[in-house]
């Protein structure tokens, strides 16, 4: 740990748009911090106060279990929630590595366990009707 | 996906909001009468709702397979109505209390691991107002419940389960649902979902107050689309708080410390204010009473540095090592998260806790097959209103969520069946309408605010005068407050084209929705001149069973809420016979 960056702690954090980007990118933000704060606190601090443009899973069951919050932590799978920061790092956290990401640190989660539309739609003969809605 | 508006339409019989434990048992029930079912969540089914935040306890009265041979069905009724001070119809505490073992019994089957007596009896720990245990152990606390539903759920082929899908109308045709309008988060694209029948599971409005200890999704969405559905809404003025959450550090705010856990039988210990006096009575008092003991000690000034007091169990009599068995053996993931996350063992040193919003008990008016005043339309769980009457009990969130979300699911797709129900189209429907208003957020405005200052706006106005004690003046102050929001915030929202995954455009539709559900809870408690069980009136403090013992019933009526009153069904156990 460097005395000089004591205060705050560079986070480096994966950003990317399947249906827009044509590759990942990775963006740098200063949080203040003098006490540990967990990943979570700290990627909200990002969203609420540098760039609200950032998507994660927020916490649900907010005692380490429910795994909604799962992000890459320097490297390793951990719990956004429960999964502590110090000042005067500097961290990457990127998405989980086995599921398709939606955006930015948000994976599909439900790619291995949610039935997808076309088995439905074949299986059970449900109509799928795109409609124009005007101007919106 | 801005201007340019492209979207979907599927079909099923029956439609579900709400991936936790009442959706995921709803659509499980009518999945098993042989129908179509689209399963809805905002987030991820099994994840998701507030279910995964539950603990060990749902009750059921198991009697001699339990801990106790002289519990039955009857008396848990006796103890539900007792604790709900009269305000629970009693037709479906009758289906609650009649069906919750064998609802545990599907859980066990499911694969939920419960823990037993070495006879093999399911072991359950006494709470307050439970005459006798009443309470089983998920020996995986709620966070089993959800996976494990979930799970059963994708055993149905029947059963379509979407992730990511936040919920914002109810389609009708005339006076009858027809389901749900909402954004597909995957494709940022706004999608119509239609049902013969639509059952609303989707929990309860605890994130519309400021400090809660539930997930930050409950917004109370349900209630909201319900409302603009025509549907009568009811008593939302019991919100249930819970005493002992954590309100420091932040890391850990909102973390729930049990108060039962205070108890003789376990650490026998208290929470103290900042003058060192233990400010429960021996027994502990029931959830309301707990919480106003707790709330008044803060307002009188004797709160902690951050407005809590004092949970401390380093004084127990039990000694430490018991003590750190007690909170290891009973919420062993709550006492590591406070470690990991906060730095702090509650065995060690006192945690600064404080009344947080923990539970709906009001909500969309139900009759005892789950279906709501709109025809085609249910709802279940959380969301769902007039059973818990003013107050409910520890182990009866998740019980309620098992017992009425299998009897909401297999009316809604009986009903699908019975051949009555035309196929429904999108024409004649108030899709438009909703659409209308989805976009609205979504066109470039200049001087945009924020959906979340807008949520932060409303968390605070009803945190501040929707307190555990209230009174008119406060409540006036929310209602000028929510009225400003409407007026000068609301329709300001700006969302940035994100494409897929646009929180920002979640947010803002559950802005509105939170909206809507914040005034009608304002007006609810303004309503009611008199203090039963959550709802604490400071200008009336007495109980007035000679005017209040009955609903609280809001619908709306050209535009506007219409506040009336009904009835509450009594079977068995009529006021003054109990």
């Excluded at chain 1, 000042?87 to 955006?103: F, N, S």
């Amino acid at each position: 740990m460097k005395v000089e960056k004591k205060g705050k702690i560079v986070a480096k954090v994966f950003r990317f748009n399947p249906t827009r980007d044509a590759k990942p990118r990775y963006d740098v933000y200063e949080v203040p911090a003098e006490e540990p704060m967990t990943i979570l606190t700290m990627l909200k601090y990002i969203r609420t106060r540098l760039d609200s443009t950032l998507a994660f899973r927020d916490y649900i069951c907010y005692k380490g279990i429910c795994a909604n919050c799962m992000v890459r932590f320097n490297g390793k799978p951990v719990r956004a929630c429960s999964t502590r920061v110090n000042p005067g790092e500097e961290v990457t956290v990127e998405p989980l590595a086995q599921h398709p990401v939606i955006r930015d640190l948000v994976v599909d989660f439900g790619s291995t366990t949610q039935g997808d539309e076309a088995s439905y739609i074949l299986r059970r003969g449900v109509f799928v009707d795109i409609v124009k809605a005007g101007k919106g | 996906m801005n201007g340019k508006l492209e979207f979907k339409c599927h079909v099923a019989d029956v439609v579900v909001v709400g991936g936790a434990g009442a959706g995921c048992r709803a659509a499980i029930a009518a999945a098993e009468e042989g129908v179509d079912v689209i399963l809805l969540d905002k987030g991820v089914i099994g994840r998701s709702g507030a279910t995964p935040c539950a603990l060990w306890s749902i009750q059921a009265p198991f009697g001699e397979r339990g801990m106790d041979p002289r519990d039955s069905p009857d008396q848990m009724f006796r103890d539900m109505v007792v604790a709900g001070r009269y305000l629970g119809d009693q037709n479906i505490v009758e289906v609650i209390t009649q069906t919750a073992c064998d609802r545990i019994l599907d859980l066990e089957r499911y694969g939920v691991k419960f823990k037993k007596t070495p006879e093999g009896r399911f072991y359950q720990t006494p709470m307050p107002g439970q005459t006798y245990p009443r309470s089983c152990f998920m020996i995986e606390n709620g966070h089993s419940l959800s996976t494990i539903l979930a799970k059963e759920v994708s055993r149905h082929r029947n059963i379509w389960p979407r992730n990511d899908f936040m919920s914002y109308g109810v389609i009708t045709k005339g006076r009858r649902a027809v389901g749900i309008l909402g954004l597909d988060l995957q494709t940022g694209c706004l999608e119509a979902v239609l049902g013969k029948s639509t059952v609303l599971a989707s929990g309860g409005y605890t994130s519309i107050w400021e400090f809660s200890d539930n997930p930050p999704t409950m917004t109370g969405d349900a209630v909201a689309m319900a409302y603009r559905a025509g549907a009568d809404i009811v008593d939302l003025e019991f919100n249930q708080f819970y005493g002992t959450d954590v309100i420091w550090p932040p890391s850990v705010k909102g973390t729930v410390v049990l108060y039962e856990l205070l108890a003789e039988p376990f650490t026998d210990a208290n929470v103290y204010n900042n003058k060192g006096e233990p400010v429960f009575p021996k027994p502990l008092p029931i959830r309301d009473e707990a919480i106003r003991i707790m709330y008044k000690e803060i307002r009188e000034g004797r709160g902690t540095p951050h407005g809590g007091l004092w949970y401390d169990v380093t004084k127990s009599p039990k000694g430490k090592e018991e003590v750190r068995r007690i909170f290891e053996e009973m919420t062993p993931k709550h006492y590591r998260f406070l470690i990991e996350a906060g730095g702090i063992d509650l065995v060690d040193e006192p945690l600064e806790v404080a009344p947080a919003s923990h539970y709906q008990c009001g909500g969309v008016y139900i009759n005892e097959k789950g279906e709501t005043t709109v025809a085609g339309l249910y709802a279940c769980g959380e969301c769902s209103g007039n059973y818990q009457g003013a107050n409910r009990l520890a182990g009866s969130a998740l019980a309620d969520t098992q017992t009425m979300g299998a009897q909401a699911g297999k009316h809604a797709a009986q009903a699908a069946k019975a051949g009555k129900t035309p196929k429904p189209t999108l024409t004649q429907t108030n899709v438009q309408k909703i659409l209308k208003r989805a976009t609205l957020f979504t066109k470039a405005k200049k001087g945009g605010v924020k959906a979340q200052a807008v949520k932060d706006r409303i968390k605070k106005l009803v945190g501040e005068y929707v307190a555990p004690i209230r009174d008119e003046k406060g409540l006036r102050r929310a209602l000028t407050g929510l009225k400003a929001v409407e007026a000068k915030m609301l329709k300001r929202i700006n969302v940035p084209d994100l494409g897929n995954y646009n929180l920002e455009w979640c947010e803002a539709l559950e802005a509105d929705l939170m909206l809507d559900t914040a005034t009608l809870t304002v007006l609810s408690c303004l309503f009611r001149k008199e203090s039963r069980g959550h709802h604490f009136r400071l200008d009336y403090p007495d109980q007035d069973d000679r005017n209040w013992l009955k609903h609280t019933v809001i619908r709306m009526r050209n535009g506007k809420p219409y506040i009336t009153t009904k009835p509450v069904k009594y079977t068995k156990m009529p006021p003054g016979r109990g």
